[in-house]
């Protein structure tokens, strides 16, 4: 490290800081990821493929209230960082530690929901529509709990006086599952017919 | 972040998101799909905007990244068009409709 701090923050050749620039790569990266399985259950409903008559059998309001914690959690993430901005690290650390409490909270409605359906005989094997909810939540999900940890150490370098632009960077990352998780409400729980 | 720009309301930016989720869960009520098409999926992408411009600051960052995404959404198009045939075309001589008549599904469990 160089006395200007990390490469993330100062080497910008494209005018935007290498960190920056590399958190929007994974992003783009990530699209084709959620975005191919996205564009492959919506071919096979407009198929008419049998079983996605099941996404009547999801629990609406268990997906409201988890879409209602992620835009939450957007929100103390990005305040986290406006805190940092202004050199607030105390702050900073309370909104981060917020989002992964609002994370946690997600993790146990979706763990709630995925029991309820695997108790009345609805696994991954069920059908073509079972499929696709559980690899595109369950994906989803550990997306979720990366970025949980990922704050986590994030938060106890900004409390020591170091990294603060990985505030931004993991924002811009929680945003994007947070964007992820607002298109997989509509296709699976709203959607049912 | 090293480039100065005003914040926008985040907090106003989470009522209005909140407005949009409400509305989307209300949709369906009305039963009418084409409306619970543009509640669920239209609002899904207004939603979408306001968090990537606002809390992703898209709205602040250089076009190279705008290219990135576009390049990114226009590749996924491909993939999109690329197979839909594939699925949605069952007609034809050489197709099996192996869905329908569950024979690749065995194979495959």
Redesign the interface.
Known sequence: MSMRGPIATHRSATGIPTGRLGTWWLLASEIFIFGGLIACFILFKLNGTPGFEDASLTSVTAGAINTFVLLTSSLSVVLAHAAIEKGDREKSFKYIWYTIGFGLVFLIIKTYEYTGKIIHGHTITDNLFWSFYYTMTGLHALHVIGGMVIMALISFDIRKGYNFQRVELIGIYWHFVDLVWIFLFPLFYIANF | ??ETHE?PN??K??YW??VL?AI??A??MLEV?AL??I???G??II??FL??AN???LKF??K??WL??I???C??GV??FG??PD??M?EGDQWIDC??DKSCIEQR?
Do not use: D, R
Request: overall charge positive.
């Open positions: 972040m090293s914040h985040y907090v930016i989470w998101l909140l989720l989307s869960v949709g369906p799909p619970t098409l509640t669920a999926f609002i899904a939603k979408s968090v990537a809390y992703m600051h960052e250089k190279i990244i990135l995404l390049l990114a959404l590749l996924l993939f999109f197979t839909a699925i949605m069952t869905i329908a469990l």
